[in-house]
């Protein structure tokens, strides 16, 4: 058996995403990795643009799952520890942390971005597009926040887009096999080691309101646990989260 599914290798695509979103809306159920050298209409999470050009990687995992939308959500999490694990083999052990929720820093700056879509198959049958942006070779200077590349901080030339991916399907199978035996738990065990924050001040940024508090861990389903001036726990489910600087 393979260490990871198939990967379809292309010169352009508009979005290796919307690529997934086609072909699973026509049927296919994977699981198959589809990566692009440059995308010309690459997305980031609530609607943000993701450039990638020549050296950087574009990836993403379609895939069908059994698991409600909730729970299959926290694929995302699968995806920020294989990002990280990439990461790490790159640039030794302790280079990558992860800011909740699935954004994977180098050495304090985004390096990876993660974008989950999903959609109900005419049989009922979930099907997730989980795509995975990675800095090897060049960061984009236009941004909110500050980002950067692999190969800001190593010696040698970063590994080629398809030489990172190799490892990043491997690693994302390691983990996604632990989530299918053992359910989150192995997966929340793994992020907390990486974590980014925890115990220190936030801010969550949610659609219609900003929060502050002390970011505690993660609860049982991955929400973010916020301890707010008051001692009370809120759960963050979805939103920012922003500590000190960025």
């Known amino acids: 058996m393979a260490a990871h599914p198939p990967i379809e290798a292309y010169d352009e695509l508009d979005s290796t995403n919307a690529e997934a979103r086609r072909r699973a809306e026509a049927g296919e159920v994977g699981p198959v990795w589809i990566t692009a050298l440059v995308q010309t209409a690459g997305r980031g999470r609530r609607g943000r643009s993701w450039q990638t050009v020549s050296g950087n ?20 999490f699968v995806a920020a520890l294989a ?5 790490e083999t790159c640039l030794g052990a302790g280079a990558a942390r992860l800011k909740w929720p699935n954004d ?6 985004k390096a990876v971005g993660i974008l989950v879509e999903s959609g109900t198959r005419p049989d009922g ?8 942006g990675i800095n090897l070779a060049h960061a984009p200077q236009d941004v909110e926040r500050p980002a950067t ?10 590994p080629a887009p398809l030489d990172a991916l190799e490892v990043l399907a491997t690693r994302f199978e390691h983990w996604r096999g632990a989530w299918a035996r053992d359910g989150f738990a192995p997966i929340a065990k793994g992020w907390t080691a990486h974590a980014h924050g925890l115990g220190e001040p936030c801010e969550a940024r949610l659609p219609n309101q900003t929060i502050k ?16 001036d008051d001692g009370a726990i809120l ?3 979805a939103g920012d989260v922003f500590f000190g600087g960025g």
């Open 57 to 76: 990687l574009a990836a993403t995992l379609l895939l069908t799952t059994d698991k409600p939308a909730g729970e299959a959500a926290q694929v995302s």
């Open 83 to 87: 990002a990280a694990d990439l990461a």
């Open 104 to 109: 994977v820093l180098v050495h304090g700056h």
């Open 125 to 132: 049958v979930l099907w997730l597009a989980v795509g995975i």
């Open 149 to 158: 590349a692999f190969a800001d901080h190593m010696i040698a030339p970063p």
């Open 213 to 228: 508090g002390i970011a505690l861990g993660l609860d049982s389903d991955g929400a973010l646990r916020l301890k707010l």
């Open 235 to 237: 759960r963050i489910t």
